[in-house]
T-cell receptor, first 110, second 114 residues
Framework: DAKTTQPTSMDCAEGRAANLPCNHS???????VYWYRQIHSQGPQYIIH???NNETNEMASLIITEDRKSSTLILPHATLRDTAVYYC???????????FGAGTRLTVKP | NAGVTQTPKFQVLKTGQSMTLQCAQD?????MSWYRQDPGMGLRLIHY???????DQGEVPNGYNVSRSTTEDFPLRLLSAAPSQTSVYFC?????????????FGPGTRLTVT
């Protein structure tokens, strides 16, 4: 699986959009980009995934660059409950062997 | 649906003791996995299973055994606990297919080995 690079930490003001970047320059053509988050010490929670098109669901939007070497997770209106560690993972579809890195610790401030 | 459940929530072991961490899911998922998370680190895959009777090693399998006799249960056995196995253990399940693929995680078991 390709490796990912994320900033260690980010801050965001409550109510503003949170944009979390991820670099995955060695991604292969059949690998997907997945985002998970982990709130406090709970189990990780799936957010969104995509292959090459931009994706949106009720939680977030995923923007993948045309060359697929980087992506951005967007939380459109961050709340205090969005404070968490966000993991960007590159993996094959239906691959049970997902490699979580250290992620980005997002702190949403009032 | 209870989702993914793990027992116990907390456990303290002495070096050399053995124990089994329990994981169960009621979503009829084919895939199940065990991860460990050390302080300040991301999750690392220990073992996984793609169906009853089928298991495989992940990134850090040494010191752990698994079996999958039923779709619902995927226990993780520590053979001879060591302080290096002090960690939080998460179990996850998922199902392959054309629908959105996501893993559902349990609440974790916090293990301390002294």
């Amino acid at each position: 699986d390709a490796k990912t690079t994320q900033p260690t930490s980010m801050d965001c003001a409550e109510g503003r959009a949170a944009n979390l970047p991820c670099n995955h320059s060695t991604i292969s053509g059949n690998e997907y980009v997945y985002w998970y988050r982990q709130i406090h010490s709970q189990g990780p929670q799936y957010i969104i995934h995509g292959l090459k098109n931009n994706e949106t669901n009720e939680m977030a939007s995923l923007i993948i660059t045309e060359d697929r070497k980087s992506s951005t997770l967007i939380l459109p209106h961050a709340t205090l409950r969005d404070t968490a560690v966000y993991y960007c993972i590159v993996s094959l579809y239906n691959n049970n062997d997902m490699r979580f890195g250290a992620g980005t610790r997002l702190t949403v401030k009032p | 649906n209870a989702g993914v459940t793990q027992t116990p929530k907390f456990q303290v072991l002495k070096t050399g003791q053995s124990m089994t961490l329990q994981c169960a899911q009621d979503m009829n998922h084919e895939y199940m996995s065990w991860y460990r998370q050390d302080p300040g680190m991301g999750l690392r895959l220990i073992h996984y299973s793609v169906g009853a009777g089928i298991t495989d090693q992940g990134e850090v399998p040494n010191g752990y055994n698994v079996s999958r006799s039923t779709t619902e249960d995927f226990p993780l056995r520590l053979l001879s606990a060591a302080p290096s196995q002090t960690s939080v253990y998460f179990c996850a399940s998922s199902t392959p297919g054309l629908a959105a693929y996501e893993q559902y995680f349990g609440p974790g078991t916090r293990l301390t080995v002294t």
